[in-house]
């Protein structure tokens, strides 16, 4: 059995560098082609144990139009985000291809960014408050893993 389909995922203006390192390391795990920031206002991280740098590439993409100008060809951008326009993950297809895009820790996506989203989707919670953006990105690409969007086929 061969996993078909990828998926990337990346945060908008993120704040720190543990969240970033802390999502890198889950996207290792759950088997992202790749992961990104648009805007940098972190410093790197200095600490990796399981050396997540040799293994999933980390991109830095200056604005929102440098992220569009260099998306996968077919792979829609789904914006993850606390919005009425937003679907419950829950009930969320993931797409075989995706590349998912996270809000700032302190102020989310901005409507400009979630208007060139595809889809947005929203993680549901007993207490509708956002939650730690490396949390969420966790949550998001263990719910794609477990739900079967890596769409194992057998080739022969």
Partial sequence: ??????????IWHPKTETNVGTLWRSAQLFGAAFVFTIGRRYRRQASDTPNTTLHV????YETADDL??????????VGVELCER????????HPQQAVYLLGAEDHG???DMLARC????QIESVIPRSMNVAVAGSVLMWHRHTSGAH???RVA
């Fill in 118 to 121: 595809h889809s947005v989707i």
């Fill in 57 to 60: 590439p980390l991109f830095h």
């Fill in 1 to 10: 059995m061969i996993a078909r389909g990828f998926f990337a995922i990346g």
């Fill in 68 to 77: 569009h100008a260099h998306l996968p060809h077919g792979a829609p951008l």
């Fill in 109 to 111: 996506l901005p409507a």
């Fill in 151 to 153: 769409a194992l086929r």
């Fill in 86 to 93: 937003a679907r419950a993950l829950s009930s969320y297809g």
